[in-house]
């Protein structure tokens, strides 16, 4: 789930919605913020001409667990989008 929401309220839909359980609440590869995913990602760099996400290695071992990105950004939901690619 990819939302605008604050963490707390991202989170309290996901449990609803059965995204997540209420045990995963504090995991946290499992619901952050955009920005900090961004961060953690290392953000878009360009190599050989061709965007990518910073940090692949790490987006690789997060995005299994990640379920709830909240107080996401355009630029966020774009490096995740990168990754994914």
Do not use: H, W
Not at 16 to 41: A, H, V
């Amino acid at each position: 789930m990819v939302t605008g929401d604050n963490i707390v309220t991202a989170k309290a839909i996901a449990v609803k919605c059965r995204i997540i359980e209420e045990s995963q609440m504090l995991d946290e590869r499992c619901c952050m913020e955009g920005p900090e995913f961004y961060n953690k990602m290392g953000g878009i760099v360009v190599r050989n001409n061709k965007e990518e996400v910073g940090n692949y290695k790490l987006f690789k071992e997060i995005m299994p667990y990640l379920k709830v990105m909240a107080r996401a950004r355009p630029e966020d939901k774009y490096l995740m989008v990168t990754g994914l690619r």
